[in-house]
Nanobody, 125 residues
């Protein structure tokens, strides 16, 4: 059974930093795409960053470029999202998701078959 477990959310003041962790277990393939998405109340789910475990190629949403960094530790089947310069508009539930194949952009949520339960990030002004 594939399981994704996020951790590391919390509350920070504007300009602060957080690191989210996604632990992946049970994925039957050695190479896959993993992405972070976020969803704020009343808004659509937004792709934030993705990474391909095979070669480490990353993709970022324009809204987070230069502030967020996605990275991986393949030995531990773990992916991280380092978030710096946090803004109130970054407040959302953050989810990690995994898939073997992409149909379109790696930041499109309909590509992803497996999802974690989410971790809340709140940025206060």
């Amino acid at each position: 059974e594939v399981q994704l477990q996020e951790s590391g959310g919390g509350t920070v003041v504007e300009g602060g930093s957080l690191t989210l962790t996604c632990s992946v277990t049970g994925f039957p393939y050695s190479s896959y795409y993993l992405a972070w998405f976020r969803q704020a109340p009343g808004k659509e789910r937004e792709g934030v960053a993705s990474i391909y475990s095979g070669d480490g190629v990353t993709t970022y949403a324009d809204s987070v470029k230069g502030r967020f960094t996605i990275s991986q530790n393949n030995a531990k089947n773990t992916v991280y999202l380092q978030m710096n310069g946090l803004k109130p508009e970054d407040t959302a539930m953050y989810y990690c998701a995994a898939t073997r194949f992409l149909v379109n952009s790696p930041l499109q949520h309909d590509n992803y078959d497996y999802w974690g339960q989410g971790t809340q990030v709140t940025v206060s002004p």
